[in-house]
């Protein structure tokens, strides 16, 4: 779900690639979903949000955390493009406006790539809800289970990272603090219209799965961190990409040392923000 801890766990296993294996920053690459929305006039037009183009109160009705936004298609273009070639050019999207920027960033994988999102698995989940106007979005995928299918093939290795809802509102809450930046207001109105329900919808069903033959190779509980996992997430990765450790970081306690350090700085730094947020609420 939102404010997991994907991004921070992407981040680590790629830098603990390079920083353990015989890589370098240019063989690993992580990219996200945040690039891969739909036209701003589309996304208005899927989830029934009325108005005049130029109205700034329009894009706050937006629900971002809907599957249904994302170009599916240009998601496995991408991908099937890094695969192939080894690069591939994505058009970067500025969720502000709901437009594109009109600049293009090349991503380039040679060795390993890490695609991190919440709304990956989802286009197999059977996509309906309601918007805040009431109206039904329109359909935006033919064949939702071909789509889901063929991402499945295009990413044999898949991690579904969970978490404590409590811990996740609270992340959420330090990171839109401090890098959006919004008020407790109204990151409080975005967990609970948009955040928090869509996860039940389309991230809950993809959990279920775990006690059923499922469709990830590994889960991890990001509520409280696991060296462990995270480690043993890295092996995987490592075997599967046919590389060897480092000499020098062969050594689990060293890997363990490493991983730990890099999530506990992150931490230490997200729970002052907390502190600070409450800090302030408090003294009103």
């Given at each position: 779900m939102?404010?997991?801890g994907?991004?921070?766990?992407t981040?680590?296993i790629?830098?603990a690639?390079?920083?353990?294996?015989?890589?370098?920053g240019?063989?690993?690459?992580?990219?996200d979903?945040?690039n891969f929305?739909?036209?701003i006039?589309?996304?208005?037009?899927?989830?029934?949000?009325?108005?005049?183009p130029?109205?700034p109160?329009?894009?706050s009705?937006?629900?971002?955390?809907?599957?249904?936004?994302?170009?599916?298609?240009?998601?496995?273009s991408?991908?099937e493009?890094?695969k192939?070639?080894?690069e591939?050019?994505?058009?970067?999207?500025?969720k502000?406006?709901?437009?594109?920027?009109g600049e293009?960033i090349?991503?380039r994988?040679?060795?390993?790539?890490?695609?991190e999102?919440?709304?990956?698995?989802?286009?197999?989940v059977?996509?309906?809800?309601?918007?805040?106007?009431?109206?039904?979005?329109?359909p935006v995928?033919?064949?939702?289970?071909?789509v889901?299918?063929?991402?499945?093939?295009?990413?044999?290795?898949?991690?579904?990272v969970?978490?404590n809802e409590?811990?996740?509102w609270?992340?959420r809450?330090a990171?839109?603090?401090h890098?959006?930046?919004?008020?407790y207001e109204?990151?409080h109105?975005?967990?609970?219209?948009d955040?928090?329900?869509m996860?039940?919808?389309y991230?809950y069903?993809l959990?279920?799965?775990?006690?059923?033959?499922?469709?990830?190779?590994?889960y991890?509980?990001?509520?409280?961190?696991?060296v462990?996992d995270?480690?043993?997430t890295f092996?995987?990765?490592?075997?599967?990409s046919?590389?060897?450790l480092?000499p020098?970081y062969?050594s689990p306690?060293?890997?363990h040392e490493?991983i730990e350090e890099?999530?506990r700085?992150g931490?230490?730094?997200?729970?002052q923000w907390?502190?600070?947020?409450?800090g302030?609420?408090n003294?009103?």
């Amino acid at each position: 779900m939102s404010a997991s801890g994907k991004s921070t766990l992407t981040q680590i296993i790629r830098d603990a690639l390079v920083e353990f294996t015989y890589q370098n920053g240019q063989d690993v690459t992580a990219i996200d979903l945040d690039n891969f929305y739909r036209p701003i006039d589309v996304v208005f037009e899927i989830q029934g949000i009325e108005g005049s183009p130029s109205d700034p109160e329009r894009i706050s009705k937006v629900n971002w955390d809907d599957p249904n936004l994302i170009d599916y298609g240009r998601v496995i273009s991408a991908i099937e493009e890094l695969k192939t070639k080894g690069e591939t050019e994505v058009d970067v999207y500025d969720k502000l406006t709901g437009t594109y920027k009109g600049e293009k960033i090349t991503v380039r994988a040679n060795k390993v790539l890490l695609v991190e999102s919440f709304l990956l698995f989802s286009a197999g989940v059977p996509m309906k809800g309601d918007y805040a106007s009431g109206k039904k979005k329109i359909p935006v995928l033919e064949n939702p289970a071909a789509v889901s299918e063929r991402i499945l093939e295009l990413i044999p290795y898949r991690v579904f990272v969970d978490c404590n809802e409590n811990v996740g509102w609270l992340r959420r809450l330090a990171r839109d603090a401090h890098k959006v930046p919004r008020t407790y207001e109204e990151t409080h109105e975005l967990w609970t219209r948009d955040a928090f329900p869509m996860a039940q919808q389309y991230i809950y069903p993809l959990k279920k799965l775990k006690k059923e033959k499922g469709i990830f190779d590994r889960y991890i509980d990001n509520s409280v961190l696991s060296v462990a996992d995270i480690d043993h997430t890295f092996m995987d990765i490592v075997n599967l990409s046919a590389q060897q450790l480092k000499p020098e970081y062969a050594s689990p306690a060293a890997r363990h040392e490493w991983i730990e350090e890099r999530y506990r700085h992150g931490t230490i730094e997200e729970a002052q923000w907390l502190r600070n947020i409450f800090g302030q609420r408090n003294s009103h």
